[in-house]
């Protein structure tokens, strides 16, 4: 199985998943980030295919073919987003059709969107968590694969509580990745990841 991970931020759900020897062929950044030092310090090459434009003038389609691209130059058969800043189009779902996964720091279906963590830290819930899901064309509403609780504390600030959450992410996604993996290699007349 080879994996192509997705990312934009510090990078430490990939470092989780690298740990966890899932065989993870290339990573795609969309911004100079963190997550190239990880992968690079793994040994996992990085395609950097950088977004410039945040504006409504961006070429979402055109983007995502270029997503795509440097997935299929690497014989990519599983995509894992790993804190991706950027929604792709269609394309990689027609592509990669149920296979894209992605973790999201809240339990799903409340709270979707970038800043899930503020919102359920200003909506004052005792309780969020993380989802592992399918993901579809339309934004964190796929197939939910795992879900765990996560407790919201007295005097939590974003960052504390999405610390707090990262740490079961970086143990819920790497196993959750290779269940999915698995799964397909049945399907797909493989042995092993
Ligand atoms: C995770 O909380 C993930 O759910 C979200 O972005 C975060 C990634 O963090 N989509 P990091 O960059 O891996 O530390």
């Known amino acids: 199985m080879r994996i192509g991970a997705l990312a934009s931020g510090t990078g430490s759900v990939l470092e989780a998943i690298l740990e966890d020897d899932l065989p993870v062929s290339v990573v795609v950044v969309d911004r100079p980030c963190g997550a190239e030092k990880v992968a690079e310090r793994a040994k996992v090459p990085v395609e950097r295919v950088l977004r410039t434009r945040f504006d409504r003038g961006f070429d979402r389609g055109g983007y995502t073919r270029e997503v795509?691209?440097?997935?299929?130059?690497?014989?990519?058969?599983?995509?894992?987003?790993?804190?991706?800043?950027?929604?792709?189009?269609?394309?990689?779902?027609?592509?990669?059709?149920?296979?894209?996964?992605?973790?999201?720091?809240a339990l799903l279906p409340s709270f979707p969107g970038w800043h899930a963590v503020a919102e359920a830290l200003a909506a004052g819930v005792k309780v969020?968590?993380?989802?592992?899901?399918?993901?579809?064309?339309?934004?964190?509403?796929?197939?939910?694969?795992?879900?765990?609780?996560?407790?919201?504390?007295?005097?939590?600030?974003e960052e504390t509580l999405h610390e707090r959450i990262k740490q079961v992410e970086r143990r819920l996604y790497p196993r959750t990745v290779r269940e999915f993996c698995g799964s397909l290699d049945g399907r797909d007349g493989h042995e092993g990841t």
Not at 76 to 88: D, F, H
Not at 128 to 151: M, N, R, S
């Open 68 to 105: 795509v691209d440097a997935l299929e130059r690497h014989r990519v058969e599983v995509v894992v987003m790993a804190g991706y800043g950027t929604v792709l189009g269609r394309a990689m779902h027609e592509r990669y059709p149920g296979r894209v996964l992605n973790t999201h720091p």
């Open 128 to 157: 969020t968590g993380c989802t592992v899901h399918v993901a579809t064309p339309e934004v964190d509403a796929g197939p939910i694969l795992a879900q765990e609780a996560v407790p919201v504390l007295e005097g939590d600030t």
